[in-house]
């Protein structure tokens, strides 16, 4: 264990001090709708979300992590944030997700890992939970864990992911940019018949429609058809799901959507819809197997839900009229869209559990492909 430790701590540095230099999908000319990012284009141009991520990387055959999502930095559980769940295709896990849909908030840190390690989740969760001393008489959490099977490239059966990782991915949380590809909860996960993992991007909405900033963050692993941005990849690369009637399509994406504008539980429920379109946009079929999850949630300092009506930091704003969400909408889908393609541009080559190797997009190729098929 002491080794896996030292191990985790220096892949962490890593992912910080390489994250400026990892390729992103804009780097190699996609432009992925008309709203332009936020400054980093990531989830955490929304203020106040912060990302944290724990990366397992052992030996032959380890290959996992964690990956944390917190809508502020102060005591979730006592200050509660408006919060819907979509389910695209079911065949997966999210815990909590049942009392987010009855209450309409989220009490939580946003945990995703491997199928396997949902309880380790759910218990690092509760540990945070329990260590503010406000929460001393607390004896009930929803704590809220997602999760995609990366048992193709980790030993998920070993269940390597213990508490005290999600409680480090959690207390390690920052804002800023977000290591995407091999990392975290991404660490071994696939899509489209290549190398995927964790991806993220924003979109800030123009004044006129209200200055919003909306932010996606995927663990994507899944199949499909591969199109970036227009260009039918998977086609030009002959790797595509039921080419011989034999390839995968099943996988899971868990898509996690932030946004500084002012939505309550119902709207926000119809903005996570819109998250699966944006899959649809990168050829994903959401098939039988497909366990695919979207949760929405709004930072909006007014929105929150105190734990005690005493605590309530404002009065807080009306909520968004029905007619005033459209260009929620059109930002989650351009944004899930362009973070997943950055799932498979920033991940790597990574062999694992029993020598299989799985391989990242053909870069060079792509290029090539840029040139020759996609319009000016």
Do not use: W
């Not at 191990?7 to 390489?18: N, P, Y």
């Not at 804002?175 to 993992?197: C, D, I, L, S």
């Not at 919003?212 to 690369?237: C, E, M, R, S």
């Amino acid at each position: 264990m002491k080794k896996l430790l030292v191990g985790v701590c220096c892949v962490m540095m890593a992912q910080m001090a390489e994250v400026k230099s990892q390729e992103r999908a804009r780097d190699f000319g996609f432009e992925f709708g008309v709203i332009p990012p936020g400054p980093l284009n990531a989830i955490t141009d929304v203020v106040g979300v912060k990302v944290g991520q724990v990366t397992l990387l052992e030996g032959e055959s380890i290959r996992t992590g964690v990956t944390a999502i917190l809508p502020h930095d102060g005591n979730i559980f006592r200050q509660k944030v408006p919060a819907a769940v979509y389910v695209g295709n079911g065949f997966g896990k999210l815990a909590g997700s049942t009392q987010i849909q009855e209450l309409g908030n989220l009490e939580s840190p946003i945990v995703l890992t491997n199928t396997l390690s949902v309880a380790a989740g759910l218990d690092g969760i509760i540990d945070y939970v329990f260590s503010f001393p406000e929460n001393s008489g607390v004896q009930s959490v929803n704590a809220v864990v997602g999760e995609t099977n990366d048992g193709g490239l980790n030993d998920i059966r070993g269940r390597h992911v213990k508490s005290h990782h999600v409680l480090s991915a959690i207390q390690n949380a920052s804002g800023g940019p977000v290591p995407e590809g091999n990392v975290g909860a991404g660490t071994g996960t696939t899509a489209f018949g290549f190398k995927a993992g964790i991806g993220t991007s924003s979109r800030k909405l123009p004044e006129s429609m209200g200055g919003y900033t909306v932010g996606v963050l995927v663990q994507a692993n899944f199949g499909g058809v591969l199109q970036i941005d227009g260009l039918p990849l998977g086609k030009l690369l002959n790797q595509y799901s039921f080419r011989q009637n034999l390839e995968s399509v099943d996988g899971s994406c868990m898509i996690v959507v932030a946004t500084d504008a002012p939505v309550d539980h119902r709207n926000l429920e119809r903005i996570a819809k819109r998250a699966m379109l944006g899959l649809a946009r990168t050829g994903g079929i959401a098939s039988n197997g497909s366990g695919d999850y979207v949760i929405a949630f709004s930072v909006h300092e007014g929105m929150r839900i105190p734990f005690d009506r005493r605590e309530y930091l404002t009065e807080g704003p009306l909520p968004l009229l029905n007619d005033e969400v459209s260009g929620l909408f059109l930002a989650t889908i351009e944004a899930t869209e362009e973070a997943i393609a950055n799932a498979l541009f920033a991940a790597d080559d990574m062999k694992g559990k029993g020598g299989r190797e799985m391989k990242a997009l053909p870069k060079q190729m792509v290029r090539e492909f840029i040139k020759t098929h996609k319009p000016k």
